[in-house]
């Protein structure tokens, strides 16, 4: 019996055999069939015949050129004979009509004309541009019979005279049409055979021996257990040869492979059963793990929902609050002493909250710097409010944490939100409580923050607002009014656009109310950018109608942080017609102090633009005189806070001479807004500031400039 690998070799020699068989034993079809079936032989074959032809067509162009000049030479030379023995037979007589018209009818001439001693002699078509006869032919134009006008100038046999005439070429086209045919079926029966030749020895020496390395991979690929049954020997001294010994190679690597594999199975089987010991043990940590925080030890969100949910289902809810703390400005206290010191502080905090907790599930730490704690009148002192537990609580936490041998004060905002009263669940008590907290650190004075309904409608309220926002966003609720601006002898200088909203229900909201909200949401971007679209719009029909003056538009912090808001600006000018120079730009220093390094790079565009820069309500923000330095600006404006007292309040006197003197000293001119008193006009113009602004002299209407004389005149 011979060995396993012996026949299963003898069997794949055999079915190569049968591939490796004469074209005459296999039929056409499947032998073009295995041919069509190989992308690479397709690609051969179809690279060859073009190239035959590519090569064909080479040689036929210049052929077909010269076939031409041919066929057209051949009538020239015609001609030229028939003219040469005419003029030989009529040397010594005259030249007739009739005999013209004779030799065009023994000749491809259809048109003649001989001229001699300033006597010329036509006969037949009128020739127009005539053309060298010993030139190139196939350049002379032709008419749209297919006839050329040639000139036998230079002929010595016809120097005696200037010979023209129209010779008939018209069957040329066919006979080259006849060509091209002869030529490209011949090229077609030339490529055909050259392709067929090709197809066969690409059978021969690569079809077929690539087809058989194919199958002997596919069945080893098959039976990758058993790779030395595919073993063969190398039969060619090519680069098959070559393939099929590596493949070879190949196969013995694999079977040692194989032999190793199986060994390092047994190991890996022993180790995974090890392992998965460790991972269930390390699962039953994790599960323990997510549960509770990593740096304070306390309970997760999670957690302390689910307890809290677990204490009020016992019926454990009367006269308990759930309490948010939230540590103020944590994030400069990472910053300046390091997140290192940072989670010494936040887990000092979160000992001494869980000493107010009897409960280890009822205190958690809720994410970054934010504390949860359940709050009842019960513990170490039972008789104890629920107010001056928190009080107690928010007092243990402001105490100084000592870390590393320095002390760190904290100062704490809390939110509560009452059970039965804010909620029943855990899930709403816990975010009543939050945004208590945030309402606390937004408070100048109160750091505690009961929930209570009426907040919860200032919240409902809130929500409700900034959705009639984006409608009025959409449908266009919002209207401009103009309040100008005048200087010391009350001429108009510019006007400020404000923006109103007429809420089609509620009617018009204050603009401290949605101008904030929308800074908030962020839907301040779409309002600005439709507020600077009208204000150019209406500086527009004011410039045409003759104003001189300027458009003060106010600009937001995000507005100013937006990298692309200069560019727009910048096409809105380029779009209308409008001078950079007549729109002035109002910040607060509160917008630019956000962030100063965006904000300096949008001044700076706006510097290039020539755009006028105001400070506005200056003195109530971060004022820094180096910053100011630094902008382009060219107009300070005198918050309305200020100007309220003057003439009699001192303080608000010297405020107003110092801004103006410091404004003045940095080329910058001076603008109080708020002016309604002729004493105050009067105090300021004498205190030389340059504009004033206020209901004194005017007040915001949606007309302004010539708009509102035509409004008064209509």
Request: net charge negative; aromatic share 6%.
């Amino acid at each position: 019996m011979k060995p396993v690998v012996g026949l299963e070799a003898e069997m794949i020699s055999e079915d190569m055999a049968a591939e490796n068989q004469p074209l005459s034993r296999r039929s056409f079809h499947e032998w073009a069939r295995q041919l069509s079936d190989c992308r690479l032989c397709r690609n051969l074959t179809m690279a060859a015949f073009v190239a035959i032809l590519a090569i064909e067509v080479a040689i036929l162009i210049p052929s077909y050129r010269n076939y031409e000049e041919d066929l057209l030479s051949v009538r020239v030379d015609v001609a030229s004979q028939a003219l040469i023995t005419f003029l030989k037979h009529t040397r010594s007589r005259e030249i007739n009509p009739a005999a013209l018209e004779a030799l065009i009818a023994s000749s491809p001439l259809v048109g003649v004309s001989l001229q001699r001693d300033g006597t010329r002699y036509e006969a037949g078509e009128t020739i127009e541009s005539p053309h060298p006869a010993d030139g190139v032919l196939r350049d002379a134009s032709r008419t749209a019979q297919g006839m050329i006008d040639l000139s036998w100038s230079s002929d010595p046999a016809l120097s005696d005279y200037e010979v023209l005439g129209r010779v008939d070429v018209s069957d040329v086209p066919s006979e080259l049409v006849a060509f091209v045919f002869r030529i490209l079926g011949l090229s077609l029966l030339i490529a055909v055979f050259v392709t067929a030749v090709a197809m066969f020895v690409v059978d021969r020496m690569m079809l077929s021996p690539l087809l058989r390395l194919r199958e002997r991979i596919s069945r080893a690929g098959d039976d990758a257990e058993h790779p030395l049954k595919y073993l063969m020997p190398t039969g060619r001294r090519d680069e098959f040869g070559e393939v099929e010994g590596v493949f070879n190679s190949m196969l013995k690597q694999n079977a040692s492979y194989l032999a190793k594999l199986k060994l390092l199975n047994r190991e890996l089987d022993q180790l995974l059963d090890q392992r998965t010991q460790t991972l269930r043990r390390t699962e039953q940590e994790l599960e323990i793990r997510t549960l509770y925080d990593q740096l304070t030890g306390l309970a997760n969100r999670s957690l302390f929902e689910e307890q809290l949910d677990r204490h009020f289902g016992q019926g454990h809810a009367d006269k308990e609050a759930v309490l948010v703390l939230g540590v103020n400005d944590f994030q400069t206290l990472n910053g300046l002493a390091g997140h290192e010191t940072g989670d010494r502080v936040l887990q000092e905090i979160a000992r001494r909250i869980a000493g107010f907790s009897i409960d280890h599930g009822h205190v958690a730490r809720l994410g970054g710097d934010v504390f949860g704690l359940l709050v009842g009148e019960v513990g170490r002192i039972p008789a104890e409010s629920i107010e001056a537990r928190i009080s107690a609580i928010i007092e243990a936490c402001e105490r100084p944490v000592q870390v590393g041998g320095k002390s760190y004060e904290c100062e704490v905002s809390a939110g509560v939100a009452v059970t039965q009263l804010d909620g029943q669940d855990a899930r709403t008590l816990l975010s009543h409580a939050e945004i208590a907290m945030h309402r606390a650190k937004k408070s100048p004075s109160q750091r505690v923050q009961f929930f209570a309904s009426e907040f919860g409608e200032q919240v409902l309220h809130r929500q409700e607002m900034i959705r009639s926002l984006k409608v009025a966003i959409q449908n266009q609720q919002f209207q401009l009014y103009y309040q100008p601006q005048f200087d010391r002898l009350r001429r108009c200088t510019g006007y400020e656009a404000l923006l109103r909203w007429h809420h089609p229900v509620l009617g018009a909201v204050s603009p401290a109310e949605f101008i904030q909200l929308a800074e908030e949401t962020g839907l301040i971007v779409r309002i600005g950018d439709w507020v600077l679209e009208q204000a150019v719009i209406t500086l527009k029909r004011w410039v045409d109608q003759g104003f001189m003056g300027r458009i003060a538009v106010n600009v937001s912090a995000m507005q100013l942080h937006d990298e692309g808001f200069a560019d727009r600006i910048s096409d809105l000018l380029r779009r209308y017609g409008v001078t950079a120079l007549q729109l002035e730009l109002e910040i607060t220093e509160t917008a630019l102090m956000d962030d100063v390094e965006r904000a300096m790079a949008t001044l700076s565009r706006f510097r290039e633009l020539d755009l006028a820069l105001a400070v506005d309500d200056f003195g109530t923000g971060y004022s820094s005189l180096a910053y100011l330095k630094a902008l382009p600006v060219s107009r300070i404006k005198i918050d309305r806070t200020f100007v309220t007292g003057l003439p009699d309040n001192e303080q608000d006197e010297a405020l107003c001479k110092t801004i103006i003197t410091m404004a003045h000293a940095l080329g910058c001119e001076v603008i109080a807004e708020g002016v309604e008193t002729e004493a105050q006009a009067g105090w300021l113009a004498l205190a030389g500031c340059d504009e004033l602004q206020g209901f004194l002299l005017g007040k915001p209407g949606p007309h302004g400039f010539r708009d509102k004389a035509d409004s008064d005149n209509g």
